[in-house]
């Protein structure tokens, strides 16, 4: 079953992070597993809030994922690039359908 995670933020520097993300999937793109969709969405109402939807294969491949030694290293930098917390909602995904 596939998994996408929701991950909650607030930036002023999303630029920053946008390069840190470039640069890991440079750094990572022959390696195998990992998350095969990115989703970034701005609110309207707070311009520093972000959603990014993070899709996998399966719950075990994003565990597999997070537990990468890299993927820690990349989750601190974009931390400290990150205004507050983060916060993190983990879905089983039970449809997917294009409408158009």
């Not at 995670?5 to 750094?27: H, P, S």
């Not at 972000?50 to 399966?58: D, G, K, M, V």
Request: proline content about 2%.
């Amino acid at each position: 079953m596939k998994f996408v995670q929701i991950i909650d933020f607030e930036t002023e520097r999303l630029e920053e992070m946008e390069q840190q993300l470039q640069e890991f999937a440079q750094r990572n793109a022959d390696k195998g597993g990992g998350p095969t969709h990115r989703m970034l969405l701005k609110d309207r109402d707070n311009p520093r809030r972000y959603l990014a939807l993070i899709e996998f294969e399966s719950h075990d491949e994003a565990m597999r994922n997070s537990d990468d030694s890299e993927t820690t290293k990349l989750a601190e930098r974009l931390g400290a690039l990150c205004i507050g917390e983060r916060t993190y909602t983990n879905c089983d995904v039970l449809d997917m359908s294009e409408l158009k």
